[in-house]
T-cell receptor, first 113, second 113 residues
Framework: DQQVKQNSPSLSVQEGRISILNCDYT??????FLWYKKYPAEGPTFLIS?????DKNEDGRFTVFLNKSAKHLSLHIVPSQPGDSAVYFC????????????FGTGTLLAVQP | DTAVSQTPKYLVTQMGNDKSIKCEQN?????MYWYKQDSKKFLKIMFS???????INETVPNRFSPKSPDKAHLNLHINSLELGDSAVYFC????????????FGSGTRLTVV
C-alpha cells in the first residue's frame, strides 16, 4: 500500500536545463509535503516543503508545485547543476505536523555537464 | 558539529546476535525517529518518540526495542537478528510541528550474515 509514489526511478538532464521530478499520492488527508535530497552514504537532507493550502513554493532554484485535485506534486530545479545529482525523495505528512512522514521510493537525478 | 549522529555507521553481525544502534541530536528537537530503508529503497518509519514518550510504533517486530533516555537520544536495540533485518537504519529528529521536516543522521548499514 504505497501512499506516495515516484514513478520515475531515474532522470537525466543537461546542466543548465530544467529538472522536473514528479510525485503522486493517494491519501487526501495529507496536508504537508516535502522534498528531500540524498547523496550516497548520507542521510536525506530537507530541500523544500509545501502546505496543502498553497499550490506553489519557491526557494532559489527550487520550486515545488502542488495540484491537490490530481494528488500530484512536482519539484522543478532551474537551472540544474552537476551538484544536484542525487536521489530525490518526496514525502507527505498528516495533521499539519511533520511527524510520521510517508516517503516515496526516490528518483535518481543525474545532471550531465 | 554533527546535528544528528548515529553510531556505528556500519554493522556486520551474525544471525541470532543482539545489537544496538545509538542516535544523538544536538538541535534541541523534541521528537526523534527511526526509519528503515530496505533493499527496495523504501524509507519506512519504525518508531517516533516525543519528549521521551513513544508516539509511533509501526508494526515492527518485538525484537526491535527503542529506548529514549532523554529527548536528545534515541537508541535502537535489536534482539535475535535475522537476515531480513539487513537494511540501512536512519535516525532523524524534528520539532513536533514545523516546516522543515526532519533532520536525518547519515545512516547505519546493518548486514546480517
Amino acid at each position: 500500500d504505497q501512499q506516495v509514489k515516484q514513478n520515475s526511478p531515474s532522470l537525466s538532464v543537461q546542466e543548465g536545463r530544467i529538472s522536473i521530478l514528479n510525485c503522486d499520492y493517494t491519501n487526501s488527508m495529507f496536508d504537508y509535503f516535502l522534498w528531500y535530497k540524498k547523496y550516497p552514504a548520507e542521510g536525506p537532507t530537507f530541500l523544500i516543503s509545501i502546505s496543502s493550502i498553497k499550490d506553489k513554493n519557491e526557494d532559489g532554484r527550487f520550486t515545488v508545485f502542488l495540484n491537490k485535485s490530481a494528488k500530484h506534486l512536482s519539484l522543478h530545479i532551474v537551472p540544474s547543476q552537476p551538484g544536484d545529482s542525487a536521489v530525490y525523495f518526496c514525502a507527505a505528512g498528516y495533521g499539519g505536523a511533520t511527524n510520521k512522514l510517508i516517503f516515496g521510493t526516490g528518483t535518481l537525478l543525474a545532471v550531465q555537464p | 558539529d554533527t546535528a544528528v549522529s548515529q553510531t556505528p555507521k556500519y554493522l556486520v553481525t551474525q544471525m541470532g546476535n543482539d545489537k544496538s544502534i545509538k542516535c544523538e541530536q544536538n538541535l534541541g528537537h523534541d521528537t526523534m525517529y527511526w526509519y528503515k530503508q530496505d533493499s527496495k529503497k523504501f524509507l519506512k518509519i519504525m518508531f517516533s518518540y516525543n519528549n521521551k514518550e513513544l508516539i509511533i510504533n509501526e508494526t515492527v517486530p518485538n525484537r526491535f526495542s527503542p529506548k529514549s533516555p532523554d529527548k536528545a537520544h534515541l537508541n535502537l536495540h535489536i534482539n535475535s537478528l535475522e537476515l531480513g533485518d539487513s537494511a540501512v537504519y536512519f535516525c532523524a529528529s524534528s520539532f513536533w510541528t514545523g516546516e522543515n521536516g526532519y533532520t536525518f543522521g547519515s545512516g547505519t548499514r546493518l548486514t546480517v550474515v
